[in-house]
């Protein structure tokens, strides 16, 4: 045995007395503060959706509903030209209504839809803003700044006198 790690004798342990060390362990970092330093990193920042994938995923929707009614009119043994005046009055149809805002909420969306929720939680803090009467240009702490502020002027006009 080296180091006294492990058993003195492997007699009746059951095990060869070999000591492996344990890989799992991970050793705490001294170097690493536990949250930024700088100010900016720690303001919350809302994930922006981006435009080109939602209107790719609308238009994915509008055509498999498209190619949903022509496999169905094929099964039922419709004529050719019928099936292509039925479809491209469906398209026509439903990509009118996809270009009209959408109603989507939080709650009924999956979460792999990523630019989906987050269209739809800017949109939500949105109708939480105007609720609350919160200004568009309001910044956070804001208040705080200017009450310091009023607070060393009134500690300078102190001073002055």
């Known amino acids: ?41 720690i303001k919350h920042r809302q994930r922006q959706p981006d435009k080109e994938i939602l209107a790719h995923d609308r238009a994915r929707e509008v055509e498999v509903k498209v190619f949903d009614l022509r496999d169905q009119l094929e099964d039922e043994g419709v004529d050719e030209d019928k099936i292509e005046t039925q479809t491209e009055a469906l398209r ?4 009118v209504d996809m270009n009209k805002p959408s109603k989507a909420t939080v709650k009924g969306l999956k979460p792999h839809q990523v630019h989906e929720l987050a269209a739809a939680k800017i949109e939500e803090s949105e109708k939480l ?4 009467g919160i200004r568009e240009d309001y910044e956070e702490g804001s208040h705080w700044k200017r009450q310091d502020g009023r607070l060393r ?4 006009q102190d001073e002055e006198k």
Not at 25 to 37: F, G, S, T
Not at 92 to 95: A, E, H, N, Q, V
């Open 129 to 132: 803003r105007k609720a609350l």
């Open 153 to 156: 002027t009134a500690v300078a």
């Open 1 to 41: 045995m080296s180091s006294n790690v492990g058993l003195t004798t492997p007699r009746g342990s059951g095990t060869s007395g070999y000591v492996q060390r344990n890989l799992s362990h991970l050793r705490p970092r001294d170097n690493i503060a536990p949250y930024p330093k700088d100010l900016d990193s």
């Open 92 to 95: 026509k149809k439903l990509t």
